[in-house]
Nanobody, 121 residues
């Protein structure tokens, strides 16, 4: 399984950015896919997860209402639409995938390489 994250960049506070994660290597039915971020000097933070069917989603309180996770199955691509970004959300953003029946698996088996998002004040 390979996950390739992209779409990071520089954005002003209050702005929007959409991250993509191209998945390949196997069928992803019954998989859960998620987005995480890690800021310098901080622990990795869970942001959102989605069942590959697209029918179930879960968000961390810190991003609920501002971020939207989605999946486009014909292209095996995961997305994270981020709105109203804040400078403290500057971090490397990672996508991940794992076989799971629950939206909050204890761990993820596969990780993308990360894409840097910088939010300027």
């Amino acid at each position: 399984v390979q996950l390739q994250a992209s779409g990071g960049g520089l954005v002003q506070a209050g702005g929007s950015l959409k991250l993509s994660c191209a998945a390949s290597g196997r069928p992803f039915s019954n998989y859960v896919m998620g987005w995480f971020r890690q800021a310098p000097g901080k622990e990795r933070e869970f942001l959102a997860s989605i069942a590959y069917s697209g029918l179930r989603t879960y968000y961390a309180d810190s991003v609920k209402g501002r971020f939207t996770i989605s999946v486009f199955k014909p292209k095996n691509t995961l997305y994270l639409q981020m709105n109203d970004l804040k400078p403290e959300e500057t971090a490397v953003y990672y996508c991940a995938a794992t076989w799971s029946k629950v939206l909050l698996p204890s761990s993820y088996d596969y990780w993308g390489q990360g894409t840097l998002v910088t939010v300027s004040s």
